[in-house]
């Protein structure tokens, strides 16, 4: 488990799948975080967390919780971990829209990027965003995320081709900002 003064981050488990599933139905949660719109059954959900989150080695899935009210507000993941190469994705949603703008995504980040660099001593991680996600693109700069590729026009939404752009961070990027904040 995770701290900051106003988010843990706990180990998601079988019993969050409803929720997830809740989420993961929304459309406005996955506009700006899936690649895909579809709409998935109870079964559907139940297996990917049981087959992809919950039992992959290459994954590691925490829920999201703030500490004052106890409720459970988003997902953060570190997925296709490869220790070899020391190298992951990360990925986050905040699922309870009341919470949306109001820096619990960069306090969650914060914590997975403290296990991912200090902890599993990854060398990088990288993550995708959708280019219509400007607030998204302004959090992963300013927490130190590069802008790494572009995959042009290769998300269709609102009737428009988007681009998805690669991020990435490296971990002694990670640990010379940690010494500048002190």
Same mark, same amino acid.
């Given at each position: 488990?995770?701290?900051?003064?106003?988010?843990?981050?706990?180990?998601?488990?079988?019993?969050?799948?409803?929720?997830?599933?809740? $989420? &993961?139905?929304?459309?406005?949660?996955?506009? =700006?975080?899936?690649?895909? *719109?579809?709409?998935? /059954?109870?079964?559907? /959900?139940?297996?990917? #967390?049981?087959?992809?989150?919950?039992? =992959?080695?290459?994954?590691?899935?925490y829920?999201?919780?703030?500490?004052? /009210?106890?409720? /459970?507000?988003?997902?953060?993941?570190? #997925?296709q971990?490869? *220790?070899?190469?020391?190298?992951?994705?990360?990925?986050?949603?905040?699922?309870?829209?009341?919470? $949306?703008?109001?820096?619990?995504?960069r306090?969650?980040?914060?914590?997975?990027?403290?296990?991912?660099?200090?902890?599993?001593?990854?060398? &990088?991680?990288?993550?995708? #965003?959708?280019?219509?996600?400007?607030?998204?693109?302004s959090?992963?700069?300013?927490?130190?995320?590069?802008?790494?590729?572009? =995959?042009?026009?290769?998300?269709?939404?609102?009737?428009? $081709?988007?681009?998805?752009?690669?991020?990435?961070?490296?971990?002694?990027?990670?640990?010379?900002?940690?010494?500048?904040? &002190?």
């Amino acid at each position: 488990m995770f701290n900051t003064h106003r988010i843990t981050l706990r180990k998601m488990t079988a019993d969050d799948t409803e929720l997830y599933h809740i $989420w &993961r139905n929304d459309p406005d949660v996955m506009q =700006s975080t899936s690649p895909s *719109l579809d709409l998935h /059954t109870e079964e559907e /959900t139940k297996s990917f #967390v049981k087959d992809v989150l919950l039992s =992959s080695s290459s994954s590691k899935c925490y829920m999201i919780e703030d500490k004052e /009210t106890s409720q /459970t507000i988003g997902i953060t993941s570190l #997925v296709q971990i490869d *220790l070899g190469n020391r190298n992951a994705e990360c990925i986050i949603d905040i699922g309870e829209k009341g919470y $949306w703008g109001k820096g619990y995504g960069r306090e969650a980040l914060g914590l997975l990027l403290d296990y991912a660099f200090l902890e599993l001593n990854l060398h &990088r991680i990288a993550l995708r #965003v959708f280019s219509f996600n400007e607030k998204a693109i302004s959090l992963y700069c300013s927490i130190g995320f590069t802008e790494e590729g572009i =995959s042009r026009e290769s998300l269709f939404r609102n009737g428009q $081709w988007h681009d998805i752009i690669q991020m990435g961070f490296l971990q002694n990027e990670y640990i010379a900002m940690k010494k500048e904040q &002190r």
